[in-house]
């Protein structure tokens, strides 16, 4: 064992690989991934074709490597172990929050829009994205659901449709606004509100 390892510190071929994915991350976002080459990658991350190749086997698993990151990110504030803790109402919000801020920030919208702009002529591109984002986020909407009507808090029959009905009364208009490339600039405040009407109108249709 290294002693890099021994202290948790990063090695020095994941240092590259980050440097790598963080290369991949800007320039697929400025350039589409079709117009990215693997040198543009390379000149910018440094390293060579070889490591990069070694370390995502091209440019498909490299894109892929860089969208299941995004996700993990994402979904890792959102502990079951930690839901279960939480008062219903307060651990749905929590949720309905990290959802919908995922929706009006900019940086993960624009990874959307360009999966959804090439998805056309790569649509494995759709695929990957889909696989670790929304229906990963759907599967576990859904296992939260179906663990609290288990316990009697929810009435929920079809646990996958109630994740989607989740889903969109969080999401609303504001995942389409944001795709169309307008700005959503909502206080705190409204946010709240916002969220709280969400979560009211859930709990009226599938409260016990």
Known sequence: MTKAARNGAPSRREKRRQ???DAARAIFLEQGYGATSLNDIVSVSGGSLATLYDLFGGKAGLFQ???EQECENFFGALRAEDLDEQPLRE???VVARQFFDGVIQQPKMSLLRLVVAEAAHFPELGSTFYSAGP?????MVSTYLAKQSRRGLLQVDDPMRAADVFIGLVLGEYQMKVL???DVKLSSEEIDRYLDYALDVFLRVYGP
């Open 19 to 21: 440097a790598i994915l």
């Open 65 to 67: 490597e860089m969208i």
């Open 91 to 93: 651990a749905l919000r």
């Open 135 to 139: 229906a990963r986020g759907r599967e």
């Open 180 to 182: 169309c490339g307008e």
